[in-house]
């Protein structure tokens, strides 16, 4: 790959026009941005374009598929023969569309190349040998002509991905992909499309004639290579600049983020000047590219697969972002809604385009007169902050996956994600390992403020039973302090405690409701369970224990939760009176055990003396179930009845007051019990 040089033998530059895809590639290559996004379609975009393709083939009318926009690389792809090198564009929007196109007509190919033409009829051989198929391969999969040193390009194609996505890419296109080195979802998103058509191709194999399948498939790369756009093209940041704020403005599938990346990008071109030190587009870009990264790793983990990339720069915003900057927007907005928008995080796009805005055109009222920043030195610390937080997010998303971390923090965050109440504190989650990552909080501070966010998680929202937006703007409010006021952990871990206080009910109060069972979502009384059970483990060296996803993730509906005397009583011989006293206390804690699921409905509403030890040894019993709880159960009482299940239930509640205290000294003993201590 050469630079362009005045006498340089290079294709003619592309206008902006409309151009029929196969123009497009002829004599051309593209590829996408290393700051861009990956490979992101999925199912029914492949869809979508199958349909639409099977569609307008064979229809005499020209089938628009939007705008490509494209940047003059101002370089050229050498070529082996006499014919002008190709002229080098990168794809600033459009890939999606290409790489898919591209996919299509590699599986069609392949699709032909299997075909034996031998065991074909004369009539389907002559509509096999006149398929374009040649041609096709030279466009969208392997041009000969194409030198093997150029930088990229060694598959020979007209387009190259990003470094990550452009190893699996040119794998397919070889035929030789090795599904174990498959890394990120992109890369599973590539291969996935290449397979979907080709199952489309041999569904349509089955369903037609030979000749009629050579037919389609011809009909189908004359449609693909004529299919036509409008190309824009752009040769420098200034053009880059407007057309991103274009884009911006079409809004056709953008997310905020991308939105955010178009919206600072222009103003660094408006609001640079000459001097070195402030950031350039370029460096915008990349750390776009960066979060894009982030992502991929985010999108794989259970943790957080299902917290979108707007989600999380919301997060940012709330924590980042000084209460104080946009009071003037959101007011405005408060009154033209007509209703409260708190901290301006459900429309933080707006408010930090306007904020932006503002700096640009420097406005001097309010917090702006004296505010600490430029527009171009804000666009800076913006765009780091969120670098670092999505990187934060993928450090959390995957701690503990690999040696070189620390079990106890590892146990902290599995803790959190089991709870599954972390809505209200991502962005509190964020900024202290913000802190945490920039040394301004200790490893032991961050330690003991990630268990007290277990406890308020624990004792506001599954025991007292708040509502899952209850404490939001406090716990938001928390985040921001932090992260923009210099505050230390002794500050945060008193106001952690003092929302803990006001807004949970009486934590012992609920704990002792006698209609526990059905006040409480299950995975939260599995989630005391496995905890008390290990604090019993512990103690007795009982033997390992179940994983807590298992426990308390119910994975496979392996684990339960069993009413220790059966909420059915039809095989109990209860009087009147006993009735009465066992429909005020079944639905207690101190009635329940955890079991596993094929135990639970083996016992079919058992007496406890039935469950506790069963005459025949290959049944299953309390006594030699898999959770030591249960097993003390059986080995304390020899009966079941009111007087035993109270004293479960100061057991129980004895060891929750510790296990969840706010007090650090009672609290750590208990909370601290990883599964990986007992043997």
Same mark, same amino acid.
């Given at each position: 790959?050469?630079?362009?040089?005045?006498?340089?033998?290079?294709?003619?530059?592309?206008?902006?026009?409309?151009?029929?895809?196969?123009?497009?590639?002829?004599?051309?290559?593209?590829?996408?941005?290393?700051?861009?996004?990956?490979?992101?379609?999925?199912?029914?975009?492949?869809?979508?374009?199958?349909?639409?393709?099977?569609?307008?083939?064979?229809?005499?009318?020209?089938?628009?598929?939007?705008?490509?926009?494209?940047?003059?690389?101002?370089?050229?792809?050498?070529?082996?023969?006499?014919?002008?090198?190709?002229?080098?564009?990168?794809?600033?929007?459009?890939?999606?569309?290409?790489?898919?196109?591209?996919?299509?007509?590699?599986?069609?190919?392949?699709?032909?190349?299997?075909?034996?033409?031998?065991?074909?009829?004369?009539?389907?051989?002559?509509?096999?040998?006149?398929?374009?198929?040649?041609?096709?391969?030279?466009?969208?999969?392997?041009?000969?002509?194409?030198?093997?040193?150029?930088?990229?390009?060694?598959?020979?194609?007209?387009?190259?991905?990003?470094?990550?996505?452009?190893?699996?890419?040119?794998?397919?296109?070889?035929?030789?992909?090795?599904?174990?080195?498959?890394?990120?979802?992109?890369?599973?998103?590539?291969?996935?499309?290449?397979?979907?058509?080709?199952?489309?191709?041999?569904?349509?194999?089955?369903?037609?004639?030979?000749?009629?399948?050579?037919?389609?498939?011809?009909?189908?790369?004359?449609?693909?290579?004529?299919?036509?756009?409008?190309?824009?093209?752009?040769?420098?940041?200034?053009?880059?600049?407007?057309?991103?704020?274009?884009?911006?403005?079409?809004?056709?599938?953008?997310?905020?983020?991308?939105?955010?990346?178009?919206?600072?990008?222009?103003?660094?071109?408006?609001?640079? %000047?000459?001097?070195?030190? @402030?950031? /350039?587009?370029?460096?915008?870009?990349? +750390?776009? !590219?960066?979060? $894009?990264?982030? =992502?991929?790793?985010?999108?794989?983990?259970?943790?957080?697969?299902?917290?979108?990339?707007?989600?999380?720069?919301?997060?940012?915003?709330?924590?980042?972002?000084?209460?104080?900057?946009?009071?003037?927007?959101?007011?405005?907005?408060?009154?033209?809604?007509?209703?409260?928008?708190?901290?301006?995080?459900?429309?933080?796009?707006?408010?930090?385009?306007?904020?932006?805005?503002?700096?640009?055109?420097?406005?001097?009222?309010?917090?702006?007169?004296?505010?600490?920043?430029?527009?171009?030195?804000?666009?800076?610390?913006?765009?780091?902050?969120?670098?670092?937080?999505?990187?934060?997010?993928?450090?959390?998303?995957?701690?503990?996956?690999?040696?070189?971390?620390? %079990?106890?923090?590892?146990? @902290?965050? /599995?803790?959190?994600?089991?709870?599954? +109440?972390? !809505?209200?504190? $991502?962005?509190? =989650?964020?900024?202290?390992?913000?802190?945490?990552?920039?040394?301004?909080?200790?490893?032991?501070?961050?330690?003991?403020?990630?268990?007290?966010?277990?406890?308020?998680?624990?004792?506001?929202?599954?025991?007292?039973?708040?509502?899952?937006?209850?404490?939001?703007?406090?716990?938001?409010?928390?985040?921001?302090?932090?992260?923009?006021?210099?505050?230390?952990?002794?500050?945060?871990?008193?106001?952690?405690?003092?929302?803990?206080?006001?807004?949970?009910?009486?934590?012992?109060?609920?704990?002792?409701?006698?209609?526990?069972?059905?006040?409480?979502?299950?995975?939260?009384?599995?989630?005391?369970?496995?905890?008390?059970?290990?604090?019993?483990?512990?103690?007795?060296?009982?033997?390992?224990?179940?994983?807590?996803?298992?426990?308390?993730?119910?994975?496979?509906?392996?684990?339960?939760?069993?009413?220790?005397?059966?909420?059915?009583?039809?095989?109990?011989?209860?009087?009147?009176?006993?009735?009465?006293?066992?429909?005020?206390?079944?639905?207690?804690?101190?009635?329940?055990?955890?079991?596993?699921?094929?135990?639970?409905?083996?016992?079919?509403?058992?007496?406890?003396?039935?469950?506790?030890?069963?005459?025949?040894?290959?049944?299953?019993?309390?006594?030699?179930?898999?959770?030591?709880?249960?097993?003390?159960?059986?080995?304390?009482?020899?009966?079941?009845?009111?007087?035993?299940?109270?004293?479960?239930?100061?057991?129980?509640?004895?060891?929750?007051?510790?296990?969840?205290?706010?007090?650090?000294?009672?609290?750590?003993?208990?909370?601290?019990?990883?599964?990986?201590?007992?043997?």
């Amino acid at each position: 790959m050469s630079s362009l040089g005045p006498d340089q033998n290079m294709s003619e530059p592309l206008e902006n026009n409309d151009y029929r895809l196969y123009r497009l590639l002829d004599g051309y290559v593209f590829h996408i941005p290393e700051y861009q996004r990956f490979y992101s379609w999925s199912k029914p975009h492949w869809d979508d374009l199958w349909s639409d393709l099977l569609n307008i083939i064979g229809e005499d009318r020209d089938h628009y598929m939007g705008t490509i926009i494209c940047k003059d690389e101002q370089k050229a792809i050498e070529t082996e023969e006499y014919t002008a090198n190709y002229r080098e564009y990168g794809i600033v929007d459009g890939q999606q569309r290409f790489t898919t196109l591209v996919l299509l007509v590699k599986a069609i190919v392949s699709d032909y190349e299997s075909i034996n033409p031998e065991e074909l009829s004369a009539d389907a051989r002559k509509r096999y040998e006149k398929l374009p198929i040649e041609d096709s391969k030279k466009l969208f999969v392997q041009d000969s002509t194409m030198g093997p040193t150029n930088e990229g390009y060694e598959v020979r194609n007209r387009l190259k991905l990003q470094q990550e996505d452009n190893r699996i890419f040119k794998e397919v296109l070889r035929d030789g992909t090795d599904t174990a080195t498959i890394s990120t979802p992109s890369q599973q998103r590539l291969v996935d499309a290449y397979q979907f058509y080709k199952d489309r191709l041999e569904q349509l194999r089955e369903e037609q004639s030979s000749i009629e399948y050579l037919h389609q498939i011809g009909r189908l790369l004359s449609g693909i290579q004529s299919l036509q756009f409008m190309l824009y093209t752009i040769d420098n940041q200034a053009q880059a600049t407007l057309i991103f704020e274009s884009i911006n403005d079409r809004g056709k599938g953008l997310s905020n983020l991308d939105k955010t990346k178009s919206f600072l990008m222009h103003k660094v071109y408006l609001t640079r %000047s000459n001097d070195p030190s @402030e950031v /350039t587009i370029n460096e915008v870009q990349m +750390r776009f !590219g960066e979060v $894009y990264r982030s =992502l991929q790793t985010i999108d794989t983990k259970d943790r957080t697969s299902g917290i979108s990339e707007d989600r999380i720069q919301r997060y940012h915003y709330i924590a980042t972002i000084d209460r104080s900057v946009n009071s003037k927007y959101i007011k405005s907005e408060t009154g033209r809604r007509n209703y409260t928008l708190p901290s301006g995080a459900t429309v933080y796009l707006e408010a930090l385009k306007w904020h932006f805005s503002q700096l640009h055109n420097d406005a001097d009222f309010g917090p702006y007169e004296l505010y600490p920043r430029n527009c171009i030195d804000e666009i800076d610390w913006y765009t780091d902050g969120l670098k670092r937080y999505y990187s934060h997010m993928e450090t959390i998303a995957t701690y503990g996956d690999d040696e070189d971390h620390d %079990s106890d923090l590892a146990w @902290e965050l /599995t803790k959190l994600f089991s709870l599954g +109440r972390l !809505g209200n504190f $991502y962005p509190l =989650l964020l900024a202290l390992w913000d802190e945490y990552n920039s040394n301004q909080l200790t490893y032991d501070e961050l330690y003991e403020i990630l268990q007290l966010i277990e406890v308020a998680s624990f004792r506001i929202y599954s025991i007292a039973g708040r509502r899952s937006d209850t404490g939001e703007s406090r716990f938001y409010r928390l985040a921001n302090k932090i992260a923009t006021d210099d505050k230390d952990a002794d500050w945060i871990i008193s106001k952690l405690k003092n929302n803990i206080s006001s807004l949970e009910y009486e934590f012992t109060e609920s704990l002792r409701d006698s209609n526990a069972y059905k006040r409480f979502r299950r995975k939260d009384i599995r989630y005391l369970f496995y905890s008390y059970d290990l604090h019993l483990r512990k103690e007795q060296k009982g033997g390992a224990a179940p994983t807590i996803e298992q426990a308390v993730g119910n994975a496979g509906n392996d684990y339960s939760i069993d009413h220790i005397r059966p909420n059915d009583t039809s095989k109990l011989d209860l009087n009147e009176i006993e009735e009465q006293q066992h429909g005020e206390i079944k639905h207690s804690l101190g009635n329940l055990t955890l079991t596993t699921g094929p135990r639970n409905a083996a016992w079919k509403n058992q007496p406890y003396t039935v469950k506790q030890e069963r005459v025949q040894e290959d049944k299953p019993d309390y006594k030699n179930s898999d959770f030591l709880m249960t097993r003390e159960l059986a080995r304390k009482y020899e009966t079941w009845g009111e007087d035993q299940i109270n004293d479960h239930l100061d057991d129980i509640i004895e060891y929750a007051e510790k296990r969840w205290n706010l007090d650090a000294d009672v609290r750590e003993k208990y909370a601290s019990i990883k599964p990986s201590e007992i043997d």
